[in-house]
């Protein structure tokens, strides 16, 4: 059957694949891997950003580290438990992909548009240098009652503005999927390097109230 699609999360994502291909599950015979693909940002850095492709939209028994990729697809999250915890996986779910020698030049490297409801209240911070910034968890619909959690991280205007919504308010943002290092600690010695995925938002504005949609709770 083929899977409905919604609209309100939409992910364009251009870049060099700079992994092989690493299993991760399946689903009624379907093999679903990852791999990572290096977008570049407007300045001198860049994200490495995994994501899950399945073995029907390419094989996993040929390489395609080195090359280039454009992916059309979905930010997606799931939840895995470990230390006693849930910890929120992200990832773009490829809808379509194509593979080239050579970057392609006609299209954003890094987009993504989400339409959802704020879970959590936002908060809303400066950073010793004065700069504004605000967390925001959104919720966005799956099809079939199921949901993911995107967090999305505001600057400036826009986290002044983040910091007005309630719980419950639907909101549509757009920006584009950062990675970020940071440092875990595991105890008193042991410290781990890990690595967080977000949405940079550069833009954002309220929805309608529900329309269509259910209304989604953490």
Same mark, same amino acid.
């Given at each position: 059957?083929t ?13 060099e694949?700079?992994?092989?291909? *690493?299993?991760?599950?399946? *689903?009624? /015979? #379907?093999?679903? %891997?990852?791999i990572?693909?290096?977008?570049? +940002? !407007? ?12 073995? +029907? ?16 697809g979905?930010?997606?999250? %799931? ?7 849930n910890?929120l996986? !992200?990832?773009?779910?490829? +809808? #379509?992909?194509?593979v ?11 987009y993504?548009? !989400?339409? /959802?409801?704020? &879970?959590k209240q936002?908060?809303?911070?400066k950073?010793?240098?004065?700069? #504004? ?8 619909n799956r ?8 967090? &999305?991280?505001?600057?400036?205007r ?10 419950g308010?639907?909101?549509? !943002?757009? /920006?584009?999927?950062q ?17 967080? %995925?977000?949405?940079?938002v550069?833009?954002?504005?309220? /929805? ?6 259910e209304y989604?709770? &953490?």
């Amino acid at each position: 059957m083929t899977e409905k699609v919604f609209d309100n999360n939409q992910v364009t994502l251009v870049g060099e694949v700079v992994s092989d291909f *690493v299993f991760s599950h399946d *689903v009624y /015979g #379907e093999g679903f %891997y990852m791999i990572d693909v290096k977008a570049k +940002r !407007l300045s001198e850095s860049y994200d490495i950003i995994p994501v899950m492709v399945s073995e +029907r939209l390419l094989s996993p028994e040929e390489s395609i580290k080195g090359k280039f990729v454009t992916v059309y697809g979905q930010f997606r999250s %799931y939840n895995r438990h470990e230390e006693s915890k849930n910890r929120l996986i !992200l990832s773009v779910f490829a +809808r #379509e992909i194509t593979v080239a020698d050579e970057e392609p030049e006609d299209v954003k490297p890094n987009y993504i548009f !989400l339409d /959802g409801f704020i &879970c959590k209240q936002p908060v809303y911070r400066k950073t010793p240098l004065g700069r #504004e910034i605000a967390d925001v968890l959104l919720a966005v619909n799956r099809p079939y009652g199921k949901s993911d959690y995107i967090p &999305c991280i505001c600057w400036g205007r826009n986290a002044r503005y983040a910091d007005s919504f309630e719980v419950g308010s639907r909101v549509l !943002l757009w /920006g584009r999927i950062q990675s970020r290092e940071y440092q875990k600690k595991l105890s008193e010695t042991d410290v781990e390097k890990r690595v967080a %995925y977000e949405v940079s938002v550069s833009k954002l504005e309220y /929805g309608s109230d529900k329309d269509d949609e259910e209304y989604v709770t &953490c």
